[in-house]
Structure formats: C-alpha cells, structure tokens
C-alpha cells in the first residue's frame, strides 16, 4: 500500500526534510524570534512532530506535549505566529517529499495519497491547537517572557 510506503520513506529520510523545513524557516523574513533559536531546537521540535505522526501518538499525548511545547515558547518570547507557521511549512515539507518520492499510478494508490495527505492535515491541525492552547496557558499564567 502507498502510504505505508511513504511513511517508511519519510522515517527513512527524516533527516532531509527536516532540513528542508528548517531552510524554509530560515528563508522567511517574518519569522526573525523563530531564527534566532538554535538549528538544534527547531529540529527537535521537527523530528518530535515526525516521530509522533510515524507512532501514531495518543491524543492525550499529543495534547500535553503540544500544550508544554505552546507555553516553552511563550516562555521563549517566540511570537505564536511564528511557531505556528514554522509547523506548516513542516507540514508542507513532508506534503511535498511524499508527493515528489512517491507518485501514485492506480486509482487506489491516489485514493491511499490523498487520504495519507488529510490524516496530515488532521494531525497538524490536533497539534497547532494544542500548541496554541499552551501558549495562551502560558500567558495567562503571567510568566515573563525571557
């Protein structure tokens, strides 16, 4: 089946398309508090999204991984914007290696893409709300940005 495929290819080639988000991190001229972290912080974050979308996380855990990660960057004085497109252009980077690495040549191959792409989408969307809730949680708690 295609999308047991690419996710081995994604968990294959991990380490290239993390490379390929953080370099579109780096090329956005909006995203300055999201650069100046350590290469070493946005990849951990980028693999730690792969890795959840590879095991299939519990929703809980999601929810409270994403909530800690939300309120560390509220902490870190990162805008939430910033982090939030920094998700999507990892969303995007996955979307694009799976398309480019593994095209489709039946019916039920695109089907099996094209489901593989929402199951994504969904995924993203579960983590940027978790991730917001716990920038605002940190907020609303009234600790000082650093």
């Known amino acids: 089946m295609l999308a047991f ?3 081995q290819l994604i968990r294959n080639h991990r380490r ?6 953080i370099r579109q991190i780096r090329e956005e001229p909006e995203l300055r ?5 350590p290469r070493s ?5 980028a693999q730690a999204v792969i890795q959840d979308l590879e095991s299939g996380t519990e929703l ?9 990660r939300g309120r560390r960057a509220w902490a870190e004085s990162v805008p939430m914007h910033e982090y939030v497109r920094g998700l999507q252009l990892l969303h995007y980077a996955l979307v694009d290696f799976a398309r480019t ?7 039920v191959e695109i089907y099996s893409q094209e489901d593989l792409e929402e199951r994504l989408c969904h995924i993203f969307d579960r983590i940027a709300y ?3 809730r716990g920038y605002e949680l940190g907020q609303a708690a009234g600790r000082p940005a650093a």
Do not use: K, M, N, W
């Open 33 to 37: 508090r999201l650069q100046a972290l």
């Open 60 to 68: 809980e855990e999601v929810s409270r991984r994403y909530e800690l």
């Open 41 to 45: 912080d946005l990849a951990g974050l």
């Open 5 to 7: 495929r690419v996710v």
């Open 130 to 132: 978790h991730f917001i």
């Open 16 to 21: 290239e398309i993390v490379d390929r988000a």
């Open 101 to 107: 690495q593994a095209v489709p040549r039946t019916p």
